[in-house]
């Protein structure tokens, strides 16, 4: 069942909007505001007027007309407060520090070893990296509004836990209370998918789409959905979870326990099972840790090895047939590929996925369909958990102080299908 959506929600839902278009349109006027936004004069300016007491925005400049009031330019105040994005995955944590403008201060990345998996262990790499990211722009502990953390897997934003990370063999891990007691700040995690869409809603692809699949490839593989504007969730948080779609019936394991997934053949695993089906000696296969295969590939397919230029070839088909369910099934205009294997491999990987698109998606739905690497800076995980975060920090405006107390728990994550207040709108 749908819960009905209270005053409260709205509210919510209205600072979401006017806070995206002042990310969007820049330093704004009241009227560019609602003009933008579609919500009425009279709320824009109590909201607006909300944001000022509590620091959020500021008068970037007053302009005068030849005739009537002068009116005033309104932006976001950077230094009111400071927000740590956290990128957790398998092989790493990548911790940025951000304004509030979501401009980056600092960063701090510490590795993982992929082989241990205990919460512990994440926790302690979580907090080191977070410290030490914190420590890079010497930041005052007052001026930290919260954490946004990224897990692999299944998490429930509402309750805070890690539900199910497939690749950790983690269960029901209260990932969110382990945090707050070591940071002892106010945290927010969600699923790397659902911020690396944010991330392109906000600052990427959604600046000319409102429709989209954000395609991520790395360890796991999984695709973050936006649909007109809004962010999928799916009745449990799970939406998006195509790489555990199946791609080849009774083909390859699958970590997740099944078998012929599409991250069997697309996650860094499976790209090492292609190689060695082509080549079992290859030197690639050698490197004990999942970036070494994968700047061993990219290094070989710069110096022109065959056999690295044929994993690519299949790696392309494989993706293209995946990525030809998804726009087949959802209709979607803008495919855009992000994860640190595209970063590594991109170059070679897409040129070679548009020769092979057409052949997997519907004629209606190819005209002006579009592939490409994410133009996001910077790590978008990170960028997305602290747009998530500074929601977090909106809904509990006029609190006493951005630390006094921790966030109030999200409503309609679990049970709604869809959060509004996380539309990217």
Request: glycine share 12%; net charge negative.
């Amino acid at each position: 069942m749908v819960p009905r959506q209270t005053s409260h929600d709205l509210r919510n839902e209205s600072r979401f909007e006017v806070l995206h278009a002042l990310f969007t349109l820049g330093p704004s006027t009241r009227q560019e505001l609602t003009r933008h936004t579609g919500l009425s004069p009279a709320t824009v300016a109590t909201l607006v007027n909300e944001f000022l007491a509590a620091g959020v925005l500021r008068i970037a400049t007053v302009e005068r007309r030849t005739v009537g009031r002068p009116y005033e330019r309104l932006s976001i105040d950077p230094d009111r407060g400071r927000i740590v994005g956290v990128d957790v995955a398998e092989t790493y944590v990548d911790a940025t520090v951000f304004d509030l403008k979501l401009g980056p201060l600092g960063n701090s990345a510490i590795t993982l070893d992929e082989h241990k998996n205990d919460p512990a262990y994440v926790v302690d790499g979580i907090v080191t990296a977070t410290q030490n990211a914190l420590a890079t722009v010497d930041a005052d502990p007052a001026e930290l509004i919260g954490v946004g953390v990224s897990m692999p897997g299944q998490v429930q934003p509402d309750s805070g836990v890690s539900v199910f990370a497939p690749n950790w063999q983690w269960h029901d891990v209260r990932i969110e209370e382990l945090l707050e007691n070591r940071l002892g700040i106010s945290v927010y995690v969600d699923n790397p998918l659902k911020a690396i869409t944010l991330a392109e809603m906000w600052f990427g692809v959604g600046r000319v789409t409102d429709t989209m699949a954000v395609v991520n490839l790395g360890t796991g593989v999984g695709a973050g959905l936006a649909i007109e504007g809004t962010l999928i969730r799916g009745a449990t948080n799970n939406a998006g979870e195509w790489g555990h779609t199946l791609l080849q019936l009774d083909g390859r394991e699958c970590r997740c326990g099944r078998r012929g997934c599409v991250e069997a053949y697309l996650g860094v695993h499976g790209l090492e099972m292609t190689l060695a089906e082509i080549d079992p000696d290859h030197p690639a296969l050698q490197q004990l840790l999942q970036p070494g295969f994968i700047d061993a590939v990219a290094e070989g397919l710069a110096a022109g090895d065959a056999a690295v230029a044929e994993l690519v070839d299949r790696t392309a088909h494989y993706l293209a047939a995946a990525l030809g369910d998804l726009v087949n099934l959802l209709n979607v205009s803008y495919l855009t590929l992000t994860g640190w294997t595209t970063a590594a491999i991109g170059q070679w990987l897409i040129p070679a996925v548009h020769r092979e698109l057409p052949g997997h998606v519907l004629p209606g739905s190819l005209p002006g369909l579009v592939v490409e690497a994410s133009a996001v800076p910077g790590n978008p995980v990170a960028l997305g958990m602290a747009a998530f975060t500074l929601e977090q920090y909106l809904g509990k405006l006029g609190v006493p102080g951005p630390a006094s107390a921790l966030r109030p728990r999200r409503q309609g994550v679990s049970g709604s299908g869809q959060d509004r207040a996380s539309t990217g709108r």
